[in-house]
């Protein structure tokens, strides 16, 4: 069975310009989910939100690794195997329940909010910065394959 991976995407009310501003109404449509639809977003098997992703999701302003790691947390208590939070510069953070070592091949187990997490920085790395359009999706792509 292949992996399931979502990677929230917002409408964006300013997608050229750095500094995004996302749309209030999007994000709202997305937590307030019901239903089967709504059941999807947690029963990802890797879910790839960025830095400001993560902090509309879950209320948590992502800055740093650690606060990647808590707000990775509140989306594998929700369901979601593996969550991959993407910190620019600063690399991805990868967060996954220390008990389930082959997550995208087996059922999503029940994990009490007290069950061990493994996290993982990778770090970023400097490369010449010409355009990052895309850039998201560049790297979901290449965790698909």
Do not use: C
Not at 62 to 78: Q, Y
Request: charged content about 20%.
């Amino acid at each position: 069975m292949s992996a399931k991976i979502i990677r929230p995407r917002w409408l964006d009310t300013n997608d050229v310009l750095p500094g995004k501003t996302y749309d209030a109404k999007a994000v709202e449509a997305f937590k307030q989910l019901e239903g089967p639809i709504g059941k999807l977003k947690h029963m990802a098997d890797i879910l790839t939100p960025n830095q400001s992703e993560a902090q509309l999701l879950t209320g948590i302003p992502v800055r740093t690794i650690d606060d990647a790691r808590r707000a990775a947390e509140r989306f594998l208590l929700r369901g979601t195997r593996i969550v991959i939070i993407k910190m620019g510069s600063q690399g991805a953070v990868v967060v996954q329940h220390a008990d389930d070592p082959n997550p995208a091949a087996t059922p999503t187990p029940q994990h009490s909010p007290s069950a061990a997490i493994q996290t993982h920085h990778v770090p970023g790395f400097r490369v010449p910065v010409l355009d990052t359009t895309a850039a998201g999706d560049a790297f979901n792509a290449a965790l698909a394959v």
